[in-house]
């Protein structure tokens, strides 16, 4: 038999042999740590999930607590405005910027209704003009 065949022949029953062999091996040795690093990847993701779904909980919470003290504001607001039965044109024009600012954000409800009611009183002359 020529040697290149015979060659041939044994590098190929080598391979038939040996590369199962030497896959089982790479399993057995690298497999628990390729599982390893996939779990530690997925404990990633989920840690950074949770951080990202916290900091949404944390964003809704600030959110609330501003609509919460701009409606008390625009409330006293009214309040005070009420009481003279008129308003300046500052105390309007702040009202005016607040409102516009809880309306942007999502605050509804009756501020509505007490927005109309600022806008319907009537006006105060400036200091100058008091005189």
Same mark, same amino acid.
């Given at each position: 038999m020529n040697p290149l065949v015979l060659q041939i022949i044994v590098a190929g029953v080598m391979e038939l042999l040996v590369a199962p062999l030497v896959v089982a091996i790479m399993v057995k040795l690298f497999g628990r740590r390729l599982d390893h690093f996939d779990e530690k990847r997925e404990l990633a993701r989920v840690e950074r999930a949770e951080e990202k779904k916290r900091e949404r909980e944390q964003q809704e919470a600030e959110r609330a607590i501003v609509l919460a003290i701009a409606r008390t504001m625009?409330?006293? +607001?009214? /309040? =005070?405005? %009420? %009481? $003279? $039965? @008129? #308003?300046?044109? /500052? /105390?309007? @024009? $702040?009202? @005016? $910027?607040?409102? #516009? #600012?809880? =309306? =942007?954000?999502? *605050? +509804? *409800? !009756? !501020?509505d209704t007490i927005a109309e009611r600022i806008r319907k009183l009537p006006l105060e002359p400036p200091d100058s003009e008091k005189q």
């Open positions: 625009l409330l006293d +607001n009214y /309040e =005070k405005c %009420a %009481a $003279v $039965v @008129s #308003s300046t044109f /500052e /105390e309007r @024009s $702040v009202y @005016s $910027v607040l409102y #516009s #600012s809880y =309306k =942007k954000d999502g *605050g +509804n *409800g !009756i !501020i």
